[in-house]
């Protein structure tokens, strides 16, 4: 028996649930619309009509070339995913389909690993990456990107994959299929999914990181987090620039979270919400 | 069934992860360990040597120690409550039946995607600022004086920001975990009488307890290392208003090149960072076994 909602009890939490989620949202929303004035506009007080103006988003590019950190961020969170994958599908593969005693242990220490500060590994890494010329190149901040993420990759595929029923393998095993065969034509088609919503979500968390990523870069291999963190004080007051900016600089990233939500929960949640 | 090979074949496969893992988290802690108690300072090499405990002690005799202790913790525990209580709040109020609920989550998850750097600088310059923020224009609006947030509260101010960045990421899994509720004990609840708050009480909260737990866990993790925030908003001041522990870290070690000092004050980020994991793990192993 389904409880009759009245229209009353409807509407109220309609409008209260709206108004709050607009509260919310309002910082992306005026940045949005913060981008499409012109500096003049922008600092005349609050108005959320723009006169539409595309000038700061040209302006960006010409004078910042906006796409350089663009191009690098898209390489540094697929690339590092990509890596994270590799190494984590072979280990979350076996610690699904063929536990020990142990393996409950080692998913916790891997988590463990996510625990450690950054900052306390700062200098020691710092100088690793400068003795090794690794500083502000592409690779050190890929794999840097795949070593922090690392755990949380293992613990979503995991949980994924030991959701595969066992018993599918053991009848393919029965129809003489051989190992590789198994591989491609029973596991991967169930497997796929797992493994493209922990990318999705690993691509989200890389894009993201704004610790090694500013620190560890200057100019050639500067994704957009330190990008935005160099618009901080010297071009404060050019908002409809920062804005534009922000707006590229978070837009690919907002939209693939919309279509992420479900994933993201379980990824985050390393599989205990689902 | 595990026969020999595939025991050994289970090894090779998870090889790679552990090992990177191992060597990720072993060698730089040895290095910085190993600093922590040198005098060393890459701009001036010619005092270099053992130094005992001296880098511990004069980091903990810096006036900004204590106090970036006790922000890195106000920062946590304010970011905890206010997410953990909004989130429950808006997650109750979401799951209810409404018009464009699919676009209401839409909007309340998008903070969580906007990368830290972004976040902080859209709220420093077009919210909070004193002259030209939104919170400037409603507070004129109002006739009141505009509040200089990051000069007078810089605490306050860093903790809205990291409230509104994480508070989503708390009301999705508590609303996905409300969602997963059974609507026929909810129901019998409610013929038996039960009113809202003692359904929410007995029933709602403890299902959804171990979410609860999973989000502090995450938080904290993430909480524990704020630093973009702070780099982009105050810079760490007023003087060491809101200097947290990785601020002050990286403020010994890449501006001040106090090498010792910042290893020694990272071995102390390392060691609260393992008290408060040695909690928060111990809760999410227990839930995990359920």
Redesign the interface.
């Known amino acids: 028996?389904a409880?009759a909602?009245t229209t009353q009890?409807?509407t109220i939490?309609?409008v209260?649930?709206?108004i709050?989620?607009?509260l919310?949202?309002f910082?992306?929303l005026?940045?949005i619309i913060?981008s499409f004035k012109s500096e003049q506009e922008a600092?005349q007080?609050?108005a959320l009509i723009p006169s539409g103006t595309f000038e700061s988003y040209t302006e960006v590019q010409a004078q910042s070339g906006y796409f350089k950190f663009f191009f690098n961020s898209v390489l540094l969170s697929v690339g590092s995913t990509v890596l994270a994958l590799l190494?984590?599908i072979?280990?979350a593969?076996?610690?699904a389909f063929?536990p020990?005693k142990r393996t409950k242990d080692?998913l916790?220490w891997?988590?463990?690993?996510?625990?450690?500060?950054?900052?306390?590994?700062?200098?020691?890494?710092?100088?690793?990456f400068r003795d090794t010329g690794l500083l502000d190149s592409r690779i050190g901040l890929m794999v840097m990107l795949m070593?922090i993420n690392?755990?949380i990759v293992?613990w979503m595929l995991y949980t994924y994959f030991r959701e595969i029923p066992g018993e599918i393998l053991e009848a393919a095993r029965m129809d003489g299929a051989s190992l590789w065969n198994e591989i491609i034509y029973v596991l991967t088609p169930m497997a796929v999914p797992g493994i493209a919503s922990t990318m999705l979500l690993n691509i989200?968390l890389a894009?993201?990181e704004?610790?090694w990523t500013?620190?560890l870069t200057t100019t050639e291999a500067a994704p957009?987090?330190a990008f935005?963190?160099s618009?901080?004080s010297p071009q404060?007051?050019f908002?409809a620039k920062?804005?534009a900016a922000?707006t590229l600089?978070?837009a690919p990233?907002?939209i693939?979270?919309?279509f992420s939500?479900?994933q993201?929960?379980r990824g985050?949640?390393?599989g205990?919400?689902? | 069934m595990a026969t020999q090979q595939t025991r050994s074949l289970a090894r090779f496969m998870m090889a790679p992860s552990v090992v990177l893992l191992f060597v990720w988290m072993i060698v730089p802690l040895v290095i910085t360990l190993w600093f922590s108690f040198q005098q060393y300072n890459p701009l001036n090499p010619i005092r270099d040597g053992f130094v005992g405990f001296s880098n511990y002690a004069l980091f903990y005799s810096n006036p900004a120690f204590l106090q970036s202790i006790l922000n890195t913790l106000t920062l946590v525990i304010s970011v905890l409550l206010i997410t953990v209580i909004g989130g429950i709040l808006l997650a109750l109020l979401i799951d209810q039946p409404m018009w464009g609920q699919g676009i209401v989550r839409i909007l309340v998850i998008s903070p969580f995607f906007v990368m830290p750097p972004v976040a902080a600088l859209v709220w420093k310059n077009m919210i909070m600022h004193p002259q030209y923020g939104v919170f400037a224009d409603i507070a004129r609006f109002f006739g009141a004086q505009p509040i200089d947030w990051f000069g007078q509260h810089p605490m306050t101010a860093i903790i809205i920001i990291v409230a509104w960045q994480w508070l989503p990421f708390a009301t999705l899994i508590l609303l996905t975990a409300l969602q997963s509720l059974d609507g026929e004990q909810k129901e019998a609840a409610e013929m038996d009488g039960a009113g809202f708050i003692s359904r929410f009480i007995y029933l709602t909260l403890p299902h959804m307890s171990r979410a609860i737990t999973v989000v502090i866990l995450i938080q904290t993790i993430f909480l524990l290392s704020v630093y973009a925030e702070i780099l982009v908003t105050t810079n760490g001041g007023p003087g060491y208003a809101s200097t947290n522990l990785p601020f002050l870290v990286y403020q010994k070690a890449l501006l001040e090149f106090k090498i010792g000092q910042a290893s020694a004050g990272g071995v102390i980020a390392v060691i609260l960072a393992n008290i408060v994991a040695f909690f928060a793990m111990r809760a999410v192993g227990k839930n995990l076994d359920k």
């Open positions: 028996m409880r909602v009890h409807k939490a309609t209260a649930a709206w709050v989620a607009l919310i949202f910082p992306i005026y940045t913060t600092i007080g609050f190494v984590a072979p280990a593969w076996s610690m063929s020990t080692i916790m891997m988590l463990s690993t996510k625990m450690m500060p950054a900052v306390a590994v700062l200098f020691p890494i710092y100088l690793i070593l690392l755990p293992v989200i894009w993201n704004a610790f500013i620190r957009l987090t935005i963190s618009f901080s404060g007051l908002w920062l804005s922000s600089a978070i990233i907002l693939m979270g919309w939500q479900k993201l929960v985050l949640t390393f205990a919400v689902k």
